[in-house]
């Protein structure tokens, strides 16, 4: 699961497309409101240190407080539609599906070098300005996407001699990537599990010999 395409509006947030559909708006009180794709079920998910607090409304039973930003959902899913295609990388992501998990956007941060997403489930996305990918998941494994569009997946459970070995990448662009990645991670004030997680995808350089 990754952030497929997004829109900013500063004075509203951060409206984003998930790659299985899901719809959703990162506002900037920091709560989420999400909605699946082809489904009229609304996920409303309040700040960040309460995540666990969701509410699941029908577009009928939807709460009238809540209104407002079921209007700026809507128009920042539209703004996506009109300007992004729908198309979908199914091998970056591939791993065990987790139906009971919330799919959610939750901190977004931009730097000079490019855009870095926490997603729920422990997922770190960083979305560099040459078109790279780097996505860090919590059960070691890392895939890359190149600026020519190539894809790499490393599994950190069988070493670093496997980016010498096996690697159908730039190694040495992948590395600069990478350590862009620790830099953000090292100074980003991030929650404890996804900084636990961050840090297990964190292999050393493979010395040179």
Known sequence: MYVMNWVALPKYGLGF?????TMGTLFNDNTSLLQPSNSDEYLY???YENRSSIGRYRDAE???????????????GDKIAQNFSARVDRDIAAGEDE?????????ALTTNVGIVF?????????NMHDHS???????????????????????????????????TIDVEQFLLC???????????????TAAAAAAAAAPRPP???
Do not use: T
């Open 118 to 126: 926490i997603l729920m489930g422990n997922v770190l996305q960083f």
């Open 133 to 167: 990918k780097l996505f860090l998941y919590r059960d070691s494994h890392i895939y890359y996407k190149n600026p020519n569009g190539g894809k790499w997946h490393f599994d950190l459970r069988q070493g670093p001699e496997m980016l010498l070995r096996n690697a």
């Open 45 to 47: 998910v309040r700040p």
């Open 17 to 21: 497309r998930l790659s299985d559909g």
């Open 99 to 107: 139906p009971a998990l919330v799919r959610c956007l939750l901190q």
């Open 207 to 209: 010395s040179k010999r």
């Open 178 to 192: 990478l350590a862009y990645a620790q830099k953000v991670l090292h100074k980003w004030d991030l929650p404890a």
């Open 62 to 76: 939807f709460p009238a407080p809540l209104n407002k930003k079921r209007v700026l959902l809507h128009a920042f």
